[in-house]
T-cell receptor, first 111, second 111 residues
Framework: KAGVTQTPRYLIKTRGQQVTLSCSPI?????VSWYQQTPGQGLQFLFE???????NKGNFPGRFSGRQFSNSRSEMNVSTLELGDSALYLC??????????FGPGTRLTVL | SQQGEEDPQALSIQEGENATMNCSYK?????LQWYRQNSGRGLVHLIL?????REKHSGRLRVTLDTSKKSSSLLITASRAADTASYFC???????????FGTGTKLQVIP
């Protein structure tokens, strides 16, 4: 099976812009989770989608949003980018038993 | 917020030595998992241990779980330079099994 894919791998944006990141889970996986990883805060949970519904949400402002499509692909959107949004954004799909398979991440730099 | 905290934060050992990392968590869990992350890349699942299990082995990895102390340890035996990475514990808890990651241990294995 193909692994979790994330696009783009690298992204440079300026403050105030918005960005959309994409994640394709492993075929057959219906759960997709998003994480933000920074040197200062570590791995922070953003949200989880299951069958197109948001099932869990972390403590992030409303500028961070996501959605999941009927084919389980997921997108994450960050509006009005701030310098502090610079991070590695990781997506993971969940298999059985509760094992998460991570994609390579999208490295976002906000200038 | 982080559910788990790894100890030590950083560890440097010689090739061939054993490496032990500890993870403490705060709430009751369904299972605990260990992941490895090579610099700036996605996480790789290593091993999952359920709350009713005390010890689990996988190759050179040994994981123990003490639910009374809310702690787990990961032992890597006969370490290799390729084991150099950050190691994270992650706990599954809550109704929809939200996954929460610890702060990570940075392991350096010197050839």
């Amino acid at each position: 099976k193909a692994g979790v894919t994330q696009t783009p791998r690298y992204l440079i944006k300026t403050r105030g812009q918005q960005v959309t990141l994409s994640c394709s889970p492993i075929s057959g996986h219906r759960s997709v989770s998003w994480y933000q990883q920074t040197p200062g805060q570590g791995l922070q949970f953003l949200f989880e989608y299951f069958s197109e519904t948001q099932r869990n949400k972390g403590n992030f402002p409303g500028r961070f949003s996501g959605r999941q499509f009927s084919n389980s692909r997921s997108e994450m959107n960050v509006s009005t980018l701030e310098l502090g949004d610079s991070a590695l954004y990781l997506c993971a799909s969940r298999g059985i038993p509760d094992t998460q398979y991570f994609g390579p991440g999208t490295r976002l730099t906000v200038l | 917020s982080q559910q788990g905290e790894e100890d030590p934060q950083a560890l440097s050992i010689q090739e061939g030595e054993n490496a032990t990392m500890n993870c403490s968590y705060k709430t009751s869990i369904n299972n605990l998992q260990w992941y490895r992350q090579n610099s700036g890349r996605g996480l790789v699942h290593l091993i999952l241990i359920r709350s009713n299990e005390r010890e689990k082995h996988s190759g050179r990895l040994r994981v123990t779980l003490d639910t009374s102390k809310k702690s787990s340890s990961l032992l890597i035996t006969a370490s290799r330079a390729a084991d150099t990475a950050s190691y994270f514990c992650a706990t599954n808890s809550g109704g929809y099994q939200k996954v929460t990651f610890g702060t990570g241990t940075k392991l350096q294995v010197i050839p």
